[in-house]
């Protein structure tokens, strides 16, 4: 399994960035991002289920992140508006799949975002 990830960058406050995330090697139940910055723990930015497209956002992005999915292609994408300074972090890409006795969960590489204020 190999979860490729693209975008990211620097930003302005205020500003804008896509990222995308495309799995292969298996199917997957949950894609979704999560970030670290230094010194902090990893955190849930955004999840999308692949079978009925639910997703979950961090209150800390609601309003402001967008998480989609393209299951034909295997591929999640965040698009992230109005970025503030407090975004700034490693975001990871998140893909779960169902095993036998629960789930698995397999991590992309991380992509730095930095915004500047």
């Known amino acids: 399994v190999q979860l490729v990830e693209s975008g990211g960058g620097l930003v302005q406050a205020g500003g804008s960035l896509g990222l995308s995330c495309a799995g292969s090697?298996?199917?997957?139940?949950?894609m979704g991002w999560y970030r670290q910055a230094p010194g902090k723990q990893r955190e849930l930015v955004a999840s999308i289920t692949t079978g009925g497209g639910n997703t979950n956002y961090a209150d800390s992005v609601k309003g402001r992140f967008t998480i989609s999915g393209d299951n034909a292609k295997n591929t999640v994408y965040l698009q992230m508006n109005s970025l503030k300074p407090e975004d700034t972090a490693v975001y990871y890409c998140?893909?779960?799949?169902?095993?036998?006795?629960?789930?698995?969960?397999?991590w992309g590489q991380g992509t730095q975002v930095t915004v500047s204020s």
């Open positions: 998140n893909a779960r799949r169902k095993v036998i006795f629960g789930y698995y969960d397999y």
């Open positions: 090697g298996s199917t997957f139940v949950l």
